[in-house]
C-alpha cells in the first residue's frame, strides 16, 4: 500500500527521466504481481475457514412446549421436525409437531391462568410485567445471541429486537394501573358507569408461506 498510485506513475513518466522513471515503474509492478499472489493464496482458504465458522455450541434439549407452568412434550405429537442454524445448517433442537389434543390442552391451562390473572388489579399487573421487563434486560446479550443462531440475522438486529421487547413490557406495566372506566351522566340524575376488564383468552394462527 506504500507504492505509488497508478496516477502518480503516470505523472512521473511524463515529468521523470527514464532512469528514474523505469525502475519505479518496475517495483510498482513487483508490488502488485506480490498483492494478485498474496489474494489468490489466501482467499480460498479464508472462504472455507468463514464457511466452517459457528455462532456457538448452543442445542436446545428441553421440549419447546410450555403449559401449566412447566415445559411439556406435546401430548399427542407424532411428526419430528428439525430447527437448523441458518449459517451454518447444524440442527440446534429437534422437536415433535403438537396435535390437535396438545393445542386443547394448552387453551384449556390458559383458561384456569386466566382465572388467577383476571382477579389481579391493573398495578399488580404491572409489577409481572415489570418484572418479566428486567429479567430479559439482564439477560438481554443471551436471548440476542440465541436469536441470532436460532434465525440467522445479525446480532445488532437481535439486540434492537430484545430491547424493543422489554421496553414494550415496560410500556404496558405502566399503563395496567392506569387504565379506568368512565362516569357517564344520564338524565334524569342517573349515570352508569364503564370498567375496563381483561379480554380472556385469544389465539393467534399465523401460518407460513
Known amino acids: 500500500h506504500d507504492a505509488l498510485p497508478i496516477s ?10 527514464s532512469s528514474v522513471y523505469k525502475p519505479l ?8 504481481r506480490m498483492l494478485n499472489a498474496t489474494v489468490l ?11 466452517s465458522l459457528s455462532t456457538g455450541a ?9 403449559r401449566g407452568g412447566a415445559r411439556v412434550e406435546p401430548a399427542d405429537g407424532s411428526q419430528r421436525e428439525e430447527a437448523r442454524e441458518p449459517s451454518t445448517g447444524r440442527v440446534i433442537a429437534t422437536f415433535t409437531c403438537s396435535g390437535e389434543k396438545e393445542v386443547d390442552l ?31 434486560r439482564e439477560r438481554s446479550e443471551e436471548i440476542a445471541s440465541l436469536e441470532t443462531v436460532n434465525n440467522g440475522k445479525s446480532i445488532f438486529e437481535a439486540r434492537v429486537d430484545v430491547e424493543i421487547s422489554w421496553q414494550c413490557l415496560e410500556y404496558y406495566a405502566g399503563l395496567a394501573g392506569a387504565m379506568g ?3 357517564v ?25
Open 8 to 17: 502518480s506513475l503516470c505523472f512521473a513518466r511524463r515529468s521523470c527521466p
Open 25 to 32: 515503474a518496475q517495483l510498482f509492478l513487483f508490488f502488485l
Open 41 to 51: 493464496r489466501t482467499f480460498p482458504s479464508r472462504l472455507v475457514a468463514a464457511m
Open 58 to 66: 448452543f442445542s436446545c434439549t428441553q421440549p419447546l412446549n410450555y
Open 106 to 136: 394448552a387453551i384449556k391451562s390458559a383458561q384456569d391462568a386466566f382465572k388467577v390473572w383476571s382477579q389481579k388489579s391493573g398495578s399488580e399487573r404491572g409489577r409481572v410485567l415489570l418484572e418479566a421487563a428486567r429479567i430479559i
Open 181 to 183: 372506566g368512565q362516569h
Open 185 to 209: 351522566q344520564l338524565p334524569g340524575g342517573s349515570f352508569a358507569y364503564t370498567r375496563r376488564e381483561p379480554l380472556g383468552v385469544c389465539v393467534g394462527d399465523r401460518k407460513s408461506t
